[in-house]
Nanobody, 121 residues
């Protein structure tokens, strides 16, 4: 069982930056692919970014490529999402998720409670 807890959300002006963190429980954190998703009001949850266990391979949604960076610190069981050049359309609840292994096609098994990010224009 993996428990996830996000932090770092808040209110920021357009063009600003935020750094989200997600702390995970468990002893085999490096065996998990970690992902960030977001859900805006009235919209479906969407993929934002993912990073494999070793940290060497990362994936991004086209909408955030070049602005967001996902990283992880396996020694601290933590994954990060650095968000730069934020836009009002980035406003959403951001969720951290984890799945065992490195398959891109498998579902995420564990989810955090989410953290609100609001970008004002």
């Amino acid at each position: 069982q993996v428990q996830l807890g996000e932090s770092g959300g808040g209110l920021v002006q357009a063009g600003g930056s935020l750094r989200l963190s997600c702390a995970a429980s468990g002893r085999t954190f490096s065996s998990y692919t970690m992902g960030w998703f977001r859900q805006a009001p009235g919209k479906e949850r969407e993929f934002v970014a993912a990073i494999l266990g070793s940290g060497g391979i990362r994936y991004y949604a086209d909408s955030v490529k070049g602005r967001f960076t996902i990283s992880r610190d396996n020694a601290k069981n933590t994954v990060f999402l650095q968000m730069n050049s934020l836009k009002p359309e980035d406003t959403a609840v951001y969720y951290c998720a984890a799945k065992y292994g490195s398959s891109l096609n498998s579902n995420y098994d564990y989810w955090g409670q989410g953290t609100q990010v609001t970008v004002s224009s």
